[in-house]
């Protein structure tokens, strides 16, 4: 009868204690306590119970912001898709020639990419409101960029996964790499482009909320000034509203995906 | 003893039968000395030499890994072969620059044995597809940009294997049969002087295979375009081709005209 577990190495078994010694230790390092989860939870009810009934005050402005916010998560995913696409292909491994020229592209857009994936949106959002000023555009350009990121990434490596028999079939018949990439490569991959890019987009909605906060439009802002001013009110209608926002792309992008991947013949 | 055999420079020499009448007729395909490994030491192909003459049908057969879809591959550098020279219709590609490549390609139809249509695109767009090494761009990429004549084309080459009312069903709702019929319309839009078929009906039922069979029989004939093959179906290759080339650890072990061999001579060259 074989042993139900490998017995590990001394190496392996050092390893796993060092690992569990970190584990405990990065619970002490995030200042984790239960004492203070349970002591909190009556500031927390009582932060509930003044944030009830919610505000309707500023309602036509707020709306006004939350189509803002929207704006700027459409129009930055639609920008960020766009120019992910190609720096995506250049990136995507054995896609294009093996060159040392095509070698440069292929590592600088890779280095492009996780760049603007491992930077967080909200420091982009403060280095463009430097550069463009306060407002949405700054939001709209730090989703774009997050968007390259985060699409770069899953585009170049679902191209990478499509299967290689069509490509292989059209540069038999003499096709160039280009045709070959827009022919066989991109519409195989078109069902996790559009996965991906309507995940960007759920993502893009929730950030810009976020980005308001250090000024770069949208409803953000109006929800640290409500919080700013103890107008608990307030900060719980905006919080509602863009909690039905997020909804409403999610449920939409949903649709959508279905509805994209059952697809029409082309 | 036709002239295409005279530089066999295998190990083991190939059983060789005086060819039917094709000595004197211009060779489409001629292999020489081809070698192929893969990884450590894994020689796939050991100096594999053989010639294709103009509207000839030869069938190539051999065991599984005994070097077929490398060989047909490496004719036509998808793969790169070690060594070796392949001449396409009188040019040298074995040592070509790429737009030259390209260009012998186009007047070659490669036939898949899992047909590797481009899914979720339609049977049309995937026959205008062929068009491709002639003219790229987009007008090439899908039958919404394509010219009105382009998709006339396509549609008279999926009228031929009989689809055309299948025109824009997507490529991967299609039947195996029906998928592989597609693939032979998108060959035939490159309007090809030669067809290569890597065991076309491999993965087909015996009914849909022998369809496809009989489709290619009727379409090379009836258009003069040459025919190489592969199969594992001994009596398949009898059957529709002119001569027979057999394949075993990467050697040609025989070339002989279809009409002087009996199914128990090709048994033995599998295993």
Redesign the interface.
């Known amino acids: 009868m074989p042993d139900r577990f490998e017995r590990p190495g001394i190496l392996q078994f050092i390893a796993y204690v060092l690992l569990a010694a970190f584990v405990i230790w990065s619970f002490q390092g995030a200042g984790w306590s239960f004492s203070a989860l349970v002591s909190g939870g009556p500031a927390m009810a009582d932060f509930l119970s003044r944030t009830w009934p919610p505000s309707m005050d500023r309602l036509p402005q707020l709306s006004s912001a939350l189509v803002e916010t929207f704006q700027m998560a459409l129009v930055g995913t639609i920008i960020g898709i766009i120019v992910s696409l190609p720096l995506a292909i250049l990136a995507a491994k054995g896609l294009t020639k093996q060159s040392f020229v095509s070698r440069i592209f292929y590592s600088g857009s890779r280095l492009l990419i996780a760049l603007f994936r491992t930077v967080p949106d909200l420091v982009w959002a403060l280095v463009f409101v430097i550069t463009v000023g306060l407002g949405p555009f700054a939001g709209t350009l730090a989703i774009a960029v997050d968007t390259i990121g985060f699409c770069g990434r899953f585009f170049a490596e679902s191209m990478e996964d499509v299967e290689k028999g069509p490509s292989e079939a059209l540069t038999a018949a003499g096709a160039s790499k280009v045709d070959t990439i827009f022919c066989a490569v991109i519409p195989a991959a078109m069902p996790s482009f559009v996965t991906t890019s309507l995940f960007a987009l759920e993502k893009a909605t929730r950030s810009s909320v976020v980005l308001g906060l250090v000024g770069a439009g949208g409803i953000g802002i109006e929800l640290k000034v409500a919080m700013d001013f103890f107008d608990y009110q307030l900060a719980m209608t905006i919080i509602l509203m863009i909690f039905v926002l997020v909804l409403l792309v999610e449920r939409i992008g949903s649709i959508a995906r279905n509805r994209i991947l059952e697809g029409n013949t082309q | 003893m036709s002239e295409a055999h005279d530089y066999f420079t295998g190990a083991q020499a190939p059983v060789m039968v005086p060819d039917a009448g094709l000595g004197s007729a211009r060779c489409d395909l001629t292999v020489k000395g081809m070698r192929k490994s893969f990884g450590k030491g894994q020689l796939i192909l050991k100096g594999v030499s053989f010639s294709v003459h103009q509207e000839e049908t030869v069938a190539l057969i051999g065991s599984n890994g005994a070097g077929k879809s490398t060989a047909l591959r490496c004719a ?1 550098r ?1 793969i790169e072969p070690d060594e070796g020279t392949v001449d396409l219709f009188g040019t040298t590609i074995s040592d070509a620059r790429q737009n030259v490549l ?5 007047d ?3 036939v ?1 044995q ?1 047909h ?7 049977a049309l ?1 995937n026959v205008i ?2 068009n ?3 003219s ?3 007008a ?5 940009f394509a010219s009105r004549s382009l998709r006339q084309q396509a549609l008279a080459c999926l009228e031929r294997v009989g689809l055309s009312d299948h025109a ?3 490529a991967d709702q299609l039947s195996g049969g029906q998928s592989q019929r597609v ?1 032979i319309a ?2 035939l839009m ?1 309007q090809p002087r030669m067809i290569v078929a890597d065991e076309p009906v491999a993965s087909l039922d015996p009914v849909a295979g022998q369809e496809v069979m009989d489709l290619f029989h009727r379409l090379t004939k009836e258009e003069g375009i040459t025919l190489l093959f592969t199969s594992h179906n001994v009596q398949q290759a009898l059957d529709y081709s002119d001569r027979i080339l057999a394949i075993k650890r990467g050697e040609i072990v025989l070339d002989a005209p279809s009409n002087s061999l009996k199914a128990e001579d090709l048994n033995e060259h599998y295993g």
């Open positions: 036509l998808l390209r260009r012998s390609r186009t070659v139809g490669f898949f899992k590797n249509l481009v899914p979720r695109v339609s767009t597809h062929g491709l090494g002639r790229g761009g987009p090439g990429w899908s039958q919404l824009m069903k997507r693939a998108r060959a490159q």
